[in-house]
Structures are given as structure tokens and as C-alpha cells.
């Protein structure tokens, strides 16, 4: 049985050395959830040019409907130039303004929160007011709520982190983000210990830690889960943290725990990495079928 689940925030283009790629946190997450069998619904604001007419029909040809993305009629889509000189650690100009600044709390979009089962939502697309009063809405709908750090420079606000927290079931973050919020919230220095001080002071039911080639650390329900990740040859990361978090919550709809879980999230974020964009098509179609992914090229 699949689950009905809404991811909101930016939709984009990557501009990577290979082209120009499709992209955004909740956009990738959400194809990811959909390629493993997941029902799920992406909401999200496009400009009326050429790039937003490309990337709606690009999600079409994916098999995502498009009803939850605006179109906005002054601001262009949103585009992010990508630097991979250091390949396991790229940057980002992200340009500003960009439409998914400006998503509307439609009655489509609330709709859809009331009724999906859980809902996707990251600091990102935060930066702007009027994109981050409608995630604080939907925020308030009866669902689980998942938020992804995802801290961009120089868009990192403690104030947005911090109540994005506060609505928060389940946290996903990386290394980096993980030190940025021990910074901020004094929590200890270890990753174990600082998950579940995050869970408790957050009430959180579950946090997760990424850390690239080393894997990932998971808090879930008083448990410590480790495990220790997949060596690949990264081609470019971008969207690998995305592909992790979705099958980390298409595990957790499914009722996979603990290093099962992990595993599997490790698995579909190695597959991205080793390979350009952060779509690269898969054959798994199920939570379970990433097992049998082969994550060399």
C-alpha cells in the first residue's frame, strides 16, 4: 500500500559541468518517492518562462502531476550555478529571487496536507516569507512532519531552523549541519549523544546524521543505529542527500528500523553519487528493490 505523501519547497535547475539538470530538495525527494512506488505530490512555485515550461514538463514525463506548482508571472525559476571543483564538497550560488520564493497557501495545497499521511519540507525554501508562512501552515495539518536542514550559505536563518524543528517528527542532516546545530542549540559533542539530545529537546521521534562515504547515524524511538556506508567513486553528491531521505521515509512508511533501514537509505544516496545529476534513472521500484541496485556505473 503506498502512502500519500506531500513535498513542498523549491524546484530549480542545477547547473552542473554536464548541463543543465532538474532539481531542488523536495523536487528530488519526491521523484525518488515516486520511482519506489510512493503516492506522492509535489508542491512548488515555477517562473512563466522557458525553464519553468521544461521543468513541468519535465515532472509530466516522470509521472508527477503538476497541479500543486505555481506559476509565477514576475519572478524567473529558480536556478543554481554549481561548483564541483571539490567534488565531494560542492558549492552553490543560488540566485535570488526566484519563484519558489513565492509559494502560495492555495486551498489545493492545504487540501493535500490534510489529507497525505506526511509531509517534506526543508529550510531552504524558508529564505523567503511568503514561501515559508505557507510550510509553517501546512506544518500545522495532522501528519508527520519531516524536515531536512538542508543549510545552504548565506541562507541560514537560526530562527527558521529552530522552529522548523519545533514541528519536526523526523530530522534528516548532514555532518556539517549536525555541527551547525550543536553550535546553536548546545547539545553534546558526540553524533550519537547529539541526536537523541536533538529528539529530546525537539521531541522528535526520529534524527538522522548522513556523513557521505561514512554513512549514516539514526536516533529512532530511544535506539542508536550506525551504519557504516558504501565506497563508490563519487561522480558529483548533488542529490544525494535527497535520494537517502527518500528512501529513509519510504523505509520508515514501510516499517523498516535500525541498520535495515540505514542501509537502505546508504544504498539509493551511494547510487546518486556515483553518477551525474541527482536523478539518475534506477530499477528499484520498491523500498526493498534498492538492495539490488548496482552502485558502480
Given at each position: 500500500?503506498?502512502?500519500?505523501?506531500?513535498?513542498?519547497?523549491?524546484?530549480?535547475?542545477?547547473?552542473?559541468?554536464?548541463?543543465?539538470?532538474?532539481?531542488?530538495?523536495?523536487?528530488?525527494?519526491?521523484?525518488?518517492?515516486?520511482?519506489?512506488?510512493?503516492?506522492?505530490?509535489?508542491?512548488?512555485?515555477?517562473?512563466?518562462?522557458?525553464?519553468?515550461?521544461?521543468?513541468?514538463?519535465?515532472?509530466?514525463?516522470?509521472?508527477?502531476?503538476?497541479?500543486?506548482?505555481?506559476?509565477?508571472?514576475?519572478?524567473?525559476?529558480?536556478?543554481?550555478?554549481?561548483?564541483?571543483?571539490?567534488?565531494?564538497?560542492?558549492?552553490?550560488?543560488?540566485?535570488?529571487?526566484?519563484?519558489?520564493?513565492?509559494?502560495?497557501?492555495?486551498?489545493?495545497?492545504?487540501?493535500?496536507?490534510?489529507?497525505?499521511?506526511?509531509?517534506?519540507?526543508?529550510?531552504?525554501?524558508?529564505?523567503?516569507?511568503?514561501?515559508?508562512?505557507?510550510?509553517?501552515?501546512?506544518?500545522?495539518?495532522?501528519?508527520?512532519?519531516?524536515?531536512?536542514?538542508?543549510?545552504?550559505?548565506?541562507?541560514?536563518?537560526?530562527?527558521?531552523?529552530?522552529?522548523?524543528?519545533?514541528?519536526?517528527?523526523?530530522?534528516?542532516?548532514?555532518a556539517d549541519e549536525l555541527q551547525r546545530l550543536q553550535d546553536w542549540f548546545d547539545v553534546p559533542a558526540t553524533a550519537e549523544d547529539a541526536l537523541g539530545t536533538l529528539a529530546a529537546t525537539?521531541?522528535?521521534?526520529?534524527?538522522?546524521?548522513?556523513?557521505?562515504?561514512?554513512?549514516?547515524?539514526?536516533?529512532?524511538?530511544?535506539?542508536?543505529?550506525?551504519?557504516?556506508?558504501?565506497?563508490?567513486?563519487?561522480?558529483?553528491?548533488?542529490?544525494?542527500?535527497?535520494?537517502?531521505?527518500?528512501?529513509?521515509?519510504?523505509?520508515?512508511?514501510?516499517?523498516?528500523?535500525?541498520?535495515?533501514?540505514?542501509?537502505?537509505?546508504?544504498?539509493?544516496?551511494?547510487?546518486?553519487?556515483?553518477?551525474?545529476?541527482?536523478?539518475?534513472?534506477?530499477?528499484?521500484?520498491?523500498?526493498?528493490?534498492?538492495?539490488?541496485?548496482?552502485?558502480?556505473?
Amino acid at each position: 500500500m503506498s502512502d500519500k505523501i506531500l513535498c513542498v519547497g523549491e524546484i530549480l535547475w542545477d547547473a552542473l559541468p554536464e548541463g543543465l539538470f532538474l532539481g531542488g530538495a523536495p523536487f528530488n525527494v519526491a521523484c525518488h518517492l515516486q520511482a519506489l512506488g510512493q503516492e506522492v505530490a509535489c508542491g512548488s512555485r515555477v517562473g512563466d518562462d522557458r525553464l519553468g515550461q521544461e521543468a513541468l514538463r519535465r515532472m509530466r514525463a516522470r509521472g508527477l502531476s503538476t497541479d500543486l506548482v505555481q506559476v509565477d508571472h514576475s519572478r524567473p525559476t529558480g536556478f543554481v550555478q554549481v561548483d564541483l571543483e571539490a567534488p565531494e564538497e560542492p558549492s552553490y550560488e543560488i540566485l535570488k529571487p526566484a519563484a519558489w520564493d513565492a509559494i502560495t497557501l492555495t486551498d489545493s495545497l492545504q487540501r493535500h496536507a490534510e489529507q497525505a499521511d506526511a509531509l517534506v519540507y526543508g529550510s531552504l525554501a524558508q529564505r523567503a516569507l511568503p514561501s515559508r508562512g505557507t510550510i509553517e501552515r501546512l506544518c500545522a495539518a495532522d501528519l508527520l512532519r519531516v524536515f531536512d536542514v538542508n543549510l545552504r550559505p548565506p541562507f541560514v536563518d537560526r530562527t527558521v531552523v529552530t522552529r522548523s524543528l519545533e514541528a519536526a517528527d523526523v530530522v534528516k542532516c548532514n555532518a556539517d549541519e549536525l555541527q551547525r546545530l550543536q553550535d546553536w542549540f548546545d547539545v553534546p559533542a558526540t553524533a550519537e549523544d547529539a541526536l537523541g539530545t536533538l529528539a529530546a529537546t525537539f521531541e522528535c521521534s526520529c534524527v538522522c546524521v548522513t556523513a557521505g562515504h561514512d554513512g549514516a547515524g539514526l536516533w529512532m524511538d530511544g535506539d542508536v543505529s550506525r551504519h557504516s556506508g558504501y565506497a563508490v567513486d563519487v561522480d558529483d553528491p548533488v542529490g544525494a542527500g535527497d535520494a537517502f531521505l527518500a528512501a529513509l521515509l519510504a523505509g520508515l512508511l514501510g516499517g523498516w528500523s535500525g541498520t535495515d533501514l540505514l542501509g537502505l537509505a546508504n544504498r539509493l544516496g551511494a547510487y546518486v553519487a556515483a553518477r551525474p545529476g541527482a536523478l539518475p534513472a534506477h530499477s528499484a521500484d520498491t523500498v526493498a528493490g534498492i538492495s539490488a541496485l548496482c552502485l558502480s556505473p
